[in-house]
Nanobody
Framework: QVQLVESGGGLVQAGGSLRLSCAAS????????MGWYRQAPGKQRELVAV????????NYADSVKGRFTISRDNAKNTVYLQMNSLKPEDTAVYYC???????????????WGKGTLVTVSS
């Protein structure tokens, strides 16, 4: 079984910072892209940031560019999201996503964490 466990969410004032972490564990052969998504109340889940396996390419939602930074540590199967200059509109449940294969003869599939709540007060 594969598990993705997020941590680092919480309550912060506008302008503050938080760092989210997501560790993948279990039967893992390889991990391709890893990313963060978020879902605010009453809204659809949206992509926040994604990073390729070699950390050579990152992509961000326009709303977080210049404020959020995604990174990963392949030795730890962990992806991070550094969030600075937080705004009330960043309030959401943040989900970790990883495209990974459990064996050399299994195609890579998407796995999700259960989410961590980020609340930004004004």
């Amino acid at each position: 079984q594969v598990q993705l466990v997020e941590s680092g969410g919480g309550l912060v004032q506008a302008g503050g910072s938080l760092r989210l972490s997501c560790a993948a564990s279990g039967r893992i052969f390889s991990i391709n892209a890893m990313g963060w998504y978020r879902q605010a109340p009453g809204k659809q889940r949206e992509l926040v940031a994604v990073i390729t396996s070699g950390s050579t390419t990152t992509n961000y939602a326009d709303s977080v560019k210049g404020r959020f930074t995604i990174s990963r540590d392949n030795a730890k199967n962990t992806v991070y999201l550094q969030m600075n200059s937080l705004k009330p509109e960043d309030t959401a449940v943040y989900y970790c996503n990883a495209e990974l294969a459990v064996s050399y003869d299994y195609r890579a599939m998407d796995y999700w964490g259960k989410g961590t709540l980020v609340t930004v007060s004004s």
